[in-house]
């Protein structure tokens, strides 16, 4: 199996189209954009609110790939969210096999259902809609330890500067749509 | 046919394998991207440049899209090169039906051969491998009314901010991997 790791961040529009179709046999590396966009350009924003034009494509070019992958899309009131305690929980659970569900309950809930996902009750909700211990789970993400520092550090140290990014040894593959190659990539790197 | 602009800077790198990909059912929009980047970022450099982390990772995937796109490709020692002059030749030349093979002979010279192309010898020497008498085709890219700069204003009221875009009617697709869902949407509304 190749090893192929797809990093996101629960706030990435982005991220959102590429999670809904990431299978298994990817690495689900949650991190936070948030201090990578501050050291790498000095904004405490979404560089699409920064560059409202650039933005204001975004926003229609999402809608158009949702279409086309046909996945609910919703346009969030509230953009970027906060998604500390969504990636937390990520990470504390990075070995369960029903973290890709519950992935793309977060992305879903925030970019489908316009849902608040920094809110303690809807990541609950989502846990629970799961079968998990709701409470427990979020203890544990909250205890202290977390890796979620350690892996945006780990981010900013591969080169990491968006989301989603692919990552197959010392190779990037930045963007949605650049899941198929970097699969490619990995696999012939696998048997090479 | 579609119709279907292909707006692209010749200083811009992922202009490149677009460009040599692009045929004749595009209609080529030169334009110039400094001053949308310094309107929009406040930057009077390559946003490449400005962030040197998304710049090492764009290196990087133009060489790797031009050996998949089997494009030749040499980092260019100096960039972005002063694009003003080549664009306003294409500008001046854009009904002739040899500025595809203009714009790629000068999109070649300055990511696969590593030449400057704001010098007037270097562009000489393309427009007379294309047949061209080159010092009347550059009197009439510098003669007053190069449409240059209201082209600049044209891509800045579509909602331009990077290049290559792909523009159908109102909807814009922008990066180089998105020509064929670019022409796909065009043909899809002409049909429609």
Redesign the interface.
Known sequence: MPSLDFWFDFASTYSYPAAMRAGVELRWRPFLLGPIFFE??GIKDSPFNV?L??G??MW??LE?ICARQRIPWRKPSVFPRNSTLAAKVACAVETEPWLPAYARAVFTANFAEDRDISDRAVLSGILTSLGQDAAAVLARAEAPGNPLRARTEEAKRL????APTFVAGT?????Q??MDEALEWARATATA
Chains 1, 2 share one sequence.
């Not at 080169?159 to 968006?162: A, E, R, V």
């Open positions: 790498q350009q560059n034009v650039r204001r494509y229609r070019d158009r080169g990491l500067f968006g190779e990037l593959f930045f963007g749509d650049r």
